[in-house]
C-alpha cells in the first residue's frame, strides 16, 4: 500500500501562485507516474498534470487548460511530486488530488484506473 500526502493549498488572489507538494510513502517498482487531478464544486475530477518516474527524462503531460501555467516536477531522493501554478484564475478553484499509477497518467485516463489517490487539498482563487 502506497500513502499519498498533499500539502501547500490555500486561498491566493487571482494572478498569485502556490506550490503543492506531494509525497508517497514509498515507491514501488510498479509506480510509473505520479500526478495530479482537481475536482471542482458540482463537476466531475479532471486530469491536470502528471510525470513519469520511470523514465530518466521525467516526460510531462498537462490539460490544456494549465498550459504555461502550471509545472509539474518531481524529486526522486524525497519521493515528492511538485506542482507550481502561476497565473492562478478563479477557475482553477478545486480541491487537487494527488495520484499514482503503474501507467502512464494522462486526460485520457480514467479515476477507477489510478491505483493511489492522496487526500486532497484545497486551493481558493479569489477575483
Known amino acids: 500500500q502506497v500513502q499519498l500526502v498533499e500539502s501547500g493549498g490555500g486561498l491566493v488572489q487571482a494572478g498569485g501562485s502556490l506550490r503543492l507538494s506531494c509525497t508517497a510513502s514509498?515507491?514501488?517498482?510498479?509506480?510509473?507516474?505520479m500526478g495530479w487531478f482537481r475536482q471542482a464544486p458540482g463537476k466531475e475530477r479532471e486530469f491536470v498534470a502528471a510525470i513519469t518516474w520511470s523514465w530518466n527524462d521525467g516526460r510531462t503531460w498537462y490539460a490544456d487548460s494549465v498550459k504555461g501555467r502550471f509545472t509539474i516536477s518531481r524529486d526522486g531522493a524525497k519521493n515528492t511530486v511538485y506542482l507550481q501554478m502561476n497565473s492562478l484564475k478563479p477557475e482553477d478553484t478545486a480541491v487537487y488530488y494527488c495520484?499514482?499509477?503503474?501507467?502512464?497518467?494522462?486526460?485520457?485516463?480514467?479515476?477507477?484506473?489510478?491505483?493511489?489517490w492522496g487526500q486532497g487539498t484545497q486551493v481558493t482563487v479569489s477575483s
Open positions: 514509498r515507491r514501488t517498482f510498479s509506480t510509473f507516474a
Open positions: 495520484a499514482s499509477d503503474g501507467s502512464i497518467i494522462d486526460s485520457t485516463t480514467t479515476l477507477k484506473e489510478i491505483d493511489y
